[in-house]
């Protein structure tokens, strides 16, 4: 695999309590403060912290689409390495066919005006790619990759279920054939049996398409379902960021460990033992010195609360930010209780009568 | 009613008055729960669990209305059972049990606190309310319920506004608020559904403990499957309206009869075989709007064991598969008169 994005030192200030015209902000909203990673093509890289950890302002401070206050974000294009950063307004928006997004809520990302043709098809008008029957042809195309009934393009987004309006915003971001995918989480607004249909979406398209997905979510359950590999955000920075399998089984981080006992497993014979985490979040504003998770870590030493842990390679391709990373046993995902997966889960057949 | 059931839901319909004509959104459920059980009501948008769990304190907007059934509660008291189907919709009968004996908590904390009160006059309100105390008592009774629910120095939060806390603290004011008065059922509408994995963990913690040191019984509304496997003793799984399997959590979730419970338990990504990336089992198509009720077994047009003539005639009869599993599909009654010949 080759590098399609690598990204450092990405930081997203925002200004607040402003004084006054000329005055200075009486601080700043750490959102994002200091974030470097790699994105290989064709992979996808999961991103998962709580509320407030400041993993959607760094989704979309990798397009752009918040302006970072400083970093690097060097995307590779045909053969030659694009410096996003240096692009003005004009380049930027040139590179955005290749960089899209797809949002949350299917509810409030679609035009209620434009019928569902027009929607997906308005890049493709707005960027003066194709009109006529050929803008027509590419619609159709998407839209039956996408999993839509072509007889009902001509119908607006509000006749659609929640599904079938992702599946519209996944055509619509689509369209242009982008190398490069944010999906904010795409799947957490849809019932159980529509976010399998719409992950198995994904999954298809990044084969057909060879795309690549910045995949953003909180449900862990998804994520490790739909990730090469995984980043976890605390408080505006990368705690570990690891293979899927890795960062669930075997974390290194103290919050990791935090957020992977805590995921209820779907099966009762495991009763969750979860790692408990003491005391609040502190406020991006005022982090604390030292680590940012040293005032709720358990394992935390004088070390934690004085000097910052670098994100560094504890095994290959297993980067952590703790002190203590190898003294440290720590939880995995299913490390509640024991018991075997039950043989029926695997087969979706049904016997009647038994 | 039996012994041990503290509540107990029988055959009961609910309409949506839409334009004056009655579209059916929940059509004879049943169900009982036992004194210190948690009972799960699960499924996707549109099953009909919230206005079940609505409907059991009568508090049903407008629009929606109970036509027949029955809602059966027994009083801690020892008194003969309470029909609240038969009770006035805001009468005083039902305002002394509602927020007293059975007590509610809602998905999103913020919006069932008012932003201009403390947390201690909310809660202390309900507690002068309803067990007629003093201001004195009832802010002590409050700091004790606020400690209880695993508040960080009660003594100071019972001063502090709702937006001085944090969404988990919320969670847990709004459990505190719902204990004032030491009710004997807690009906739980998706509970920790808006809360991060790490703050869920401690509501289930927390509600988990009430259950096994109060005995509290608790109807627990989600849509989650790994909450239910965590919280449940018995589990009733709703579509479009009606319960379509009921049985402990251990039956429902090892032995799954009913297609939708299979297909809706092969869907869900599980943490168990992360290295075979498999294909997820999802169900094709979506739930159908309550204006579009598919004819016979609601499921019929996304089920893979679809019977021609027979599941799009008329619904399923229930089957009880053993004295706790219960199922209405076909393909189980057919088995059982395949048995009985």
């Known amino acids: ?354 | 009613m039996q012994n041990d059931v503290i509540l107990e839901v029988h055959n009961l319909h609910i309409t949506l008055d839409f334009d004056g004509e009655d579209i059916p959104v929940v059509q004879g459920i049943d169900f009982e729960l036992s004194a210190g059980k948690v009972l799960a009501l699960v499924g996707e948008s549109g099953c009909g669990k919230s206005v079940t769990s609505q409907a059991l304190l009568r508090l049903l907007p407008r629009e929606l209305r109970i036509t027949s059934g029955q809602i059966n509660f027994q009083a801690a008291d020892g008194q003969a059972p309470v029909d609240f189907v038969s009770l006035a919709k805001d009468g005083k009968k039902i305002r002394e049990i509602r927020g007293n004996q059975i007590a509610m908590i809602f998905q999103e904390p913020m919006s069932s606190f008012s932003v201009l009160h403390t947390i201690g006059n909310q809660i202390g309100e309900v507690i002068r309310l309803h067990l007629k105390a003093s201001k004195a008592e009832a802010r002590a009774l409050t700091v004790e319920l606020l400690d209880k629910v695993g508040i960080p120095d009660p003594a100071r939060a019972v001063d502090q506004y709702p937006y001085e806390f944090s969404g988990g603290m919320r969670q847990r004011g709004m459990i505190a608020k719902a204990l004032a008065c030491n009710p004997s059922v807690l009906i739980a509408d998706e509970p920790t559904t808006a809360l991060d994995v790490t703050i869920q963990a401690q509501v289930l913690e927390l509600l988990r403990r009430l259950k096994a040191d109060d005995g509290m019984s608790m109807i627990f509304i989600t849509h989650d499957l790994g909450v239910v496997a965590q919280i449940a003793d018995d589990v009733a799984i709703m579509y479009m309206g009606r319960i379509v399997e009921k049985g402990p959590v251990g039956e429902i979730f090892g032995n799954p009869q009913h297609p939708y419970t299979v297909s809706l338990l092969n869907a869900i990504p599980r943490l168990g075989d992360l290295s075979a990336r498999r294909e997820l089992a999802s169900i094709r198509g979506s739930v159908p709007s309550l204006f579009e009720r598919p004819p016979g077994c609601a499921f019929h047009p996304r089920c893979d064991s679809f019977m021609e003539k027979l599941c799009d005639a008329q619904p399923p009869p229930l089957t009880r598969l053993s004295p706790i599993h219960e199922v209405r599909c076909f393909l189980h009654q057919a088995a059982e008169k395949e048995a009985a010949l």
């Not at chain 1, 030493?301 to 297993?318: F, M, N, Q, V, Y």
């Open chain 1, 1 to 354: 695999m080759s590098k399609l994005l690598k990204i450092t030192d990405i930081k997203v200030h925002f200004p607040i309590g402003k004084a006054g015209f000329f005055g200075r902000p009486a601080g700043y909203v750490r959102a994002v403060d200091g974030v470097s990673f790699e994105i290989q093509r064709g992979e996808t890289l999961g991103l998962v912290g709580e509320s407030g950890s400041g993993k959607t302002t760094l989704g979309r401070a990798v397009l752009r689409a918040i302006e970072p206050t400083g970093g690097q974000i060097v995307y590779e294009h045909d053969g030659t390495s694009v410096d996003i950063m240096a692009l003005d307004r004009k380049g930027l928006r040139a590179m955005w066919r290749h960089m899209q997004m797809i949002f949350q809520d299917p509810y409030s990302s679609l035009n209620p005006r434009m019928t569902v043709r027009d929607v997906i098809g308005e890049p493709l008008i707005a960027n003066k790619l194709a009109k006529g029957s050929a803008l027509s042809d590419r619609v159709v195309d998407m839209a039956q990759r996408c999993g839509l009934d072509v007889e009902h393009l001509g119908r607006f987004p509000h006749a659609f279920s929640g599904g079938q309006r992702q599946r519209i915003a996944i055509a619509r971001a689509l369209i242009l054939h982008p190398e490069f995918i944010v999906c904010d989480e795409a799947v957490s607004a849809l019932d159980v049996s529509i976010q399998a249909q719409i992950l198995n979406l994904l999954a298809d398209l990044q084969v057909q398409l060879n795309l690549t997905y910045l995949f953003i979510a909180h449900d862990l359950a998804a994520v490790a379902y739909a990730c090469d590999r995984v980043a976890v955000m605390y408080l505006g920075q990368i705690a570990e960021i690891a293979p899927t399998e890795k960062l669930y089984y075997t974390p290194k981080h103290p919050y990791t460990e935090a957020l992977m006992s805590a995921i209820p497993e779907a099966d009762p014979s495991r009763v969750m033992q979860p790692v408990f985490l003491t005391g609040e979040r502190p406020s991006p504003t005022n982090p604390p010195d030292g680590c940012r998770f040293q005032t709720r870590c358990r394992y935390a030493t004088d070390a934690c609360r004085t000097s910052i842990p670098k994100l560094r390679e504890h095994a290959t391709g297993h980067w952590v930010a703790c002190h203590h990373a190898e003294e440290l046993t720590l939880k995995g995902a299913l490390e509640h209780g024991v018991a075997a997966r039950p043989a029926h889960l695997d087969s979706p057949t049904i016997q009647a009568g038994t």
